[in-house]
């Protein structure tokens, strides 16, 4: 009864996921939906293309949805596309919209949900184009209406700066900003760049400016930058580049018709210019070329040639159709097409070849391939050998002592133990046998980390059917191996297996021994000299009395003596300044929803420590740190618009303590940068001053290392709760100079009330001197 019971609750459990999973539209199950929601208006078009990360939120929806190509759209619906992605939006009456990539759109009702003939839009960032026949089209910025008429084929780029671009390759546009009543016309073939004040330039586009170039130039690599040519015709004098920060560059090209240079990765618009105008702009995409595996065959694999051959790789997102390049060893190559991601060529001559396949995505720009593997394609190949049992580790005779760790020789300084022998890693052997292979003069083994083969660890010939390997440090690999002739005549690989190195027992065994508790230095005890017996003589004469001096005393049992560690003495007081670069890592609760994830690796760091003497019993500690970092989200859509964002942190901590106590009290002040939600898609930073009590804990070992724990409670418009974790290492100390490194762990937690906390994390390396 117990199991039937289990048994429906694990079913019910599994459709209530299902039915959740559904509810956001995380999966979607035809004819069927869990929406409660009022129903949607009429459908206003659909997104006809996408390509890679492009999302979608409808009004009634919480969570961004992947996109699928015709996908119905409607009104309040708001699509994102992210790095490297765009999209194409039909829209009622023929209405053509282009997304390129990080940017965002709101499809708009009409004003008093009043059909006047045109196409509302928002549009908050990025590049946009759009054609539009039958239709008036109204785009709205932060600060500008774009009203474009009937017929019109307009370029927008809404930058982070709040400069808005606009261009008009046909029709006519008007520019309204509510400060201002009076409209800004823009005609064909004019550009204007306007910001939140007004107009800032407008330019004529002139046809004696031409790019001998398609307009939109993509280039896939796998490299951080790649290299560009471009060729036009015209007297130019400059070439204006937009990167994709936004920045402007010009470079002169006066006299010359092309020009060969190397931009990083990103999307950049590219104008000519001379004194009469500008050119079209030209859209060139420097893109991350995405990484294709090969499944079969396998670098230098064998094939019979009279057999077909498949060849298999793994899909590109991005990728809508493929070819296979097939090279021989002269250099000549054939290619063959495909729509999936595999293919199967016949009658094939002998010989050897490479084989790489290139993807194309849907305008027809290729992306590389990383590798060409080898592959031999020979008749009558000599059969695989039979592998006769799992490899199995073989330990050697001598046995070395095993390194010890920091910590355990940290603790042998307070307690020494005795080690055991322990098996040394580097001088184990696995043992791979085989059986042997008719007409086989020798065999080729290959093992490899991985399962592709690319590149082996260990690539041998061998005359014999074993093969002795020592494995190091490797946990687990990959084997093959095939016979091979003296005539140069090929056979065939067995099939890729996996060996799993097991740990094994030591021999000969050695039995566990136990602590030697630690040996209390010999007590030395020196005796005097014994007197010699006078001898006799004569009676001296009278002599004053002598008075023996007493013997010196101990201090009475209950007197206690602490003498104070010998660096107070020779240090009355320190100051140190250290170079502390940081990984901060934020997870900020930025409004009742939404939890963000940011983090960086800051190099702008720094520290001071100062301490002095108060008397002969107290000691003060004062420490100070900075840091500043540029904040990347971990999630591109938490925040689509946002990156680097500014972070700060100061922070001072005066503690005191008896120089025999382990305790330190004392107060921290913090001022540091806390995230709240400004707008639907940004975020926004504000300093915030705290201070509050901290408790501290010291302890020493040996004369090199320290450790420091502490514990704060901050106030302040925020709360927050701060536990560190200090070990440094003091390794040059004398009375006028000091060096040392460590590491420091600051973890914060900031309760927010009913939306949760925000935890926060900050580990630093320090390196410090001083004086």
Known sequence: ????????????????????????????????????????????GRLTYRRSMVRKKSVDSLVWQETQNQDALYQHDRVLTLDQSEAQLELADDVKIHLYENTLVVIEPPEDNKEDGTLHLAFSRGNMRSKSDFKRLSVRTENWDIQAKKGSEISLRNDASGELEVTVESGEVGLINPENSNPIIIKKNQRARVSSEGLVEKQEIIENLVWTSPLHQRVYSFDDSAEVELKWEGPATSLEIRKPDGTIHEQAVEGQNHLQFTLQQGSYLLSLKSPQGISKTLKQDIFHAPKMTYFSPLPRDRHDPSQPLTFSWSRLLAASNYKLVFQDASGESKTFDSHDSQTELSNLSPGFYYWSVFGYDEQGFSMPPRFKYPIFLFRDLLPAPKIIEDPKPRQPANQKPQKTSLLKTIWGWVLPTAEAQTRDDDSDEVVFRWDPVNQADYYIIEISETEDFIAPVELKTTKDTEFRWNYGVFKAVYWRVSAARSDGQLGYFTEPKKVQIAKLPVEPKIEKLTPIQKLNKPQIVLQPTPKPKPKPVPKPKPQPKQVKAPAPQKPPETTTQIEPPSEIHST??????????????????????????????????????????????????????????????????????????????????????????????????????????????????????????????????????????????????ESQVDLSQVFDCHWFTTDDFKAGSGLALLASYIPSGDRGGSIRAQLTFRLSFGF
Not at 7 to 21: N, Q, R
Not at 649 to 667: D, H, V
Request: charged share 20%.
């Open 572 to 717: 009355p007081g320190r100051f140190l300044v250290s170079y502390a670069p940081q990984f901060v890592f934020l997870s900020d609760v930025v409004d009742e929803d939404t939890k963000v994830n940011l983090s960086d690796v800051a190099n702008m760091g720094v520290g001071l420590y100062f301490n002095f003497w108060v008397n002969e019993s107290w000691r003060t500690d004062i420490q100070a740190s900075y840091v500043s970092a540029k904040l990347e989200p971990a999630e591109p859509d938490d925040l689509p618009f946002q990156d680097h964002l500014e972070f700060k942190s100061t922070s001072a901590t005066i503690t005191t303590r008896k120089f025999y106590w382990n305790w330190q009290l004392g107060a921290k002040y913090v001022n540091q940068t806390y995230f709240n939600r400004l707008t639907l898609e940004t975020i926004e930073g504000t300093d915030l001053t705290l201070i509050g009590p901290h408790l501290g804990y010291v302890s020493h070992f040996g004369k090199t290392w320290v450790s420091q724990t502490g514990l704060s409670y901050l106030l302040g418009d």
């Open 1 to 44: 009864m117990d199991r039937k019971l289990l048994w429906a609750a694990s079913l019910l459990l599994v459709i209530e996921i299902i039915v959740l999973m559904a509810d956001v539209d995380l999966i979607r199950l035809p004819g069927l939906s869990f929406n409660t929601s009022a129903p949607k208006s009429k459908e206003l």
